[in-house]
């Protein structure tokens, strides 16, 4: 059974920075990708940004030139980096892990972070 297990969030004022941190545990497949998304208070979970095996990343427009996802494959770790933080990014951060060639989805429980103006 792979679980996830994210780090790092907390309180920042706007402008300020902060590093997630999401390790994997249990048994994964080289070929996966690892992503985070976020969800804010009465609003729907949205993509933050992914990176596949070979470091292919990709990015929400709202955090483009911010955030830089990056990885660690042999400590299975994901990790966003976020600087210049806006109140807009308030949310529970979620670490998503997809086993594309088993059909397996893996979830982390979260870390929120907190942005204030």
């Known amino acids: 059974q792979v679980q996830l297990v994210e780090s790092g969030g907390g309180l920042v004022q706007a402008g300020g920075s902060l590093r997630l941190s999401c390790v994997a545990s249990?048994?994964?497949?080289?070929?996966?990708?690892m992503g985070w998304y976020r969800q804010a208070p009465g609003n729907q979970r949205e993509l933050v940004a992914t990176?596949?095996?070979?470091?292919?990343?990709n990015y929400a427009d709202s955090v483009k030139g911010r955030f830089t996802i990056s990885r660690d494959n042999a400590k299975n770790t994901v990790y966003l980096q976020m600087n210049s933080l806006k109140p807009d990014d308030t949310g529970v951060y979620y670490c998503?892990?997809?086993?594309?060639?088993?059909?397996?989805?893996?979830w982390g429980k979260g870390t929120l972070v907190t942005v204030s103006s």
């Open positions: 998503k892990v997809v086993e594309r060639r088993l059909g397996m989805d893996y």
């Open positions: 249990g048994t994964l497949v080289i070929t996966n990708t």
């Open positions: 990176i596949t095996s070979g470091s292919t990343t």
